[in-house]
C-alpha cells in the first residue's frame, strides 16, 4: 500500500497531475491534491490484490496516523469490474468525484511517552492466517495461551 501511495505520487508529482508537499517546500498542495492521491491509490491497491480490502493501509500512507472507516465499495466495485476501463473512467471514479468518496479520517497520535515498536516479518504477511495459527495455539495450549493472555492484558 505504500509502495503503491507513493509510486503514485510520485508519478503524479513528475507529471505536474498532482501537486503534493516536498522537503523543499512543506506547505505545498492541499487537502484536495492528497484527496486525489488516496483515491487514485485506493483503486490501485485495490486493482493490484483483487479486492477491496480496508483501505486503512493507503490512507495512513497518505495522510498519517488516523481512525478511519473505510469509503463504500459501491464507489470503486463497477471500475474494478470493468475489463474495458481506460483512463477516463478511473478519472471521474477517482477525481472529479473527490467529494462523493464516504470514507471517514480523523486525525490521531499516540500518547505523549507511548512508544511503538513493529518487527519485519522480511515477506510480508497474511493476516487471516497468522489469525488462524494464533486461534488455533490459543485452542491447544489453553493454560499457556491464556496465562500469556492474561501477562499482556
Not at 498532482?18 to 492528497?34: A, F, N, Q, V
Not at 478511473?90 to 518487527?119: A, F
Not at 497468522?130 to 495455539?137: D, E, P, R
Amino acid at each position: 500500500a505504500t509502495l503503491v501511495s507513493s509510486l503514485l505520487g510520485a508519478i503524479g508529482v513528475y507529471f505536474g497531475v498532482i501537486d503534493l508537499p516536498s522537503r523543499t517546500d512543506p506547505t505545498r498542495g492541499s487537502l484536495k491534491e492528497r484527496e486525489k492521491l488516496h483515491n487514485l491509490a485506493q483503486f490501485v491497491h485495490c486493482l493490484a490484490q483483487g479486492k477491496i480490502g480496508s483501505g486503512f493501509d493507503v490512507s495512513s500512507a497518505i495522510f498519517g496516523s488516523q481512525i478511519y472507516s473505510r469509503f463504500s465499495t459501491s464507489i470503486i466495485n463497477p471500475l474494478l469490474n470493468e475489463a474495458n476501463r481506460t483512463s477516463k473512467m478511473i478519472e471521474e471514479v477517482c477525481v472529479q468525484s473527490l467529494g462523493t468518496w464516504d470514507h471517514v479520517r480523523t486525525k490521531t497520535q499516540l500518547p505523549p511517552g507511548l512508544r511503538l515498536l513493529m518487527g519485519d516479518v522480511n515477506c510480508g504477511s497474511n493476516t487471516p492466517s497468522m489469525v488462524q495459527s494464533v486461534l488455533k495455539w490459543r485452542k491447544e495450549q489453553k493454560e499457556a495461551s491464556q496465562l500469556l493472555w492474561e501477562q499482556l492484558d
